[in-house]
T-cell receptor, first 114, second 113 residues
Framework: SQTIHQWPATLVQPVGSPLSLECTVE??????LYWYRQAAGRGLQLLFY??????ISSEVPQNLSASRPQDRQFILSSKKLLLSDSGFYLC?????????????FGEGSWLTVV | GDSVTQMEGPVTLSEEAFLTINCTYT??????LFWYVQYPGEGLQLLLKATKADDKGSNKGFEATYRKETTSFHLEKGSVQVSDSAVYFCALSDGGGADGLTFGKGTHLIIQP
């Protein structure tokens, strides 16, 4: 069966520090991968998606970037965090096979920028 | 563009009460519709889905029917439990470029014993 993991689960970072959140998917190949953010009191916002290695699309302009160095690995980064980057970040994947129109989420990472 | 509108919370009910959380959508074509649930401090879990008009998704006593004529996908449960307390998100996927999900803002459900 397929599983998705992301880490770290919780982190507190000072303003101006770098960020790296990592996500891996097991049990599938060539998935579509996504990063969402859930800010306090707001819904979920799609930040990035990837349909293959090295292919990244950004949905909103921001202080963050994403990379996909391997088929089942998706990384969210920042060189200098802002206070407004605080939130709950969720990695997700979608099976690109015939039955794949459902998106599955990781456990989430809580980021507090102080 | 696509959008999902769901009732704002918090919604507070007593145990064993009947639950309805309204969800309506705007999309081109024929999207797939989903309900996700988020328990405190956790990620999102798929609760149920429907991929075409008149389909009914069901899971754990929850049901939702894809109504194309009213562009709705209301979530219902006949008798809620304290363990159902969570945030519920309605979402759609229209198979577009990102083929990601468009979410509603979420409804916080609180069930009191």
């Amino acid at each position: 069966s397929q599983t998705i993991h992301q880490w770290p689960a919780t982190l507190v970072q000072p303003v101006g520090s770098p960020l790296s959140l990592e996500c891996t998917v097991e049990g599938t190949s060539n998935p579509n991968l996504y990063w969402y953010r859930q800010a306090a009191g707001r819904g979920l916002q799609l930040l990035f998606y990837s349909v293959g290695i090295g292919q990244i699309s950004s949905e909103v302009p921001q202080n963050l970037s994403a990379s996909r160095p391997q088929d089942r690995q998706f990384i969210l980064s920042s060189k200098k965090l802002l206070l407004s980057d605080s939130g709950f970040y969720l990695c997700a994947w979608r099976d690109t096979g015939a039955s794949g129109n459902t998106i599955y989420f990781g456990e989430g990472s809580w980021l507090t920028v102080v | 563009g696509d959008s999902v509108t769901q009732m704002e919370g918090p919604v507070t009910l007593s145990e064993e009460a009947f639950l309805t959380i309204n969800c309506t959508y705007t999309a081109t074509g024929y999207p797939s519709l989903f309900w996700y649930v988020q328990y405190p401090g956790e990620g999102l879990q798929l609760l149920l889905k429907a991929t075409k008009a008149d389909d009914k998704g069901s899971n754990k006593g929850f049901e939702a029917t894809y109504r194309k004529e009213t562009t709705s996908f209301h979530l219902e449960k006949g008798s809620v439990q304290v363990s159902d307390s969570a945030v519920y998100f309605c979402a759609l996927s229209d198979g577009g470029g990102a083929d990601g999900l468009t979410f509603g803002k979420g409804t916080h459900l609180i069930i009191q014993p």
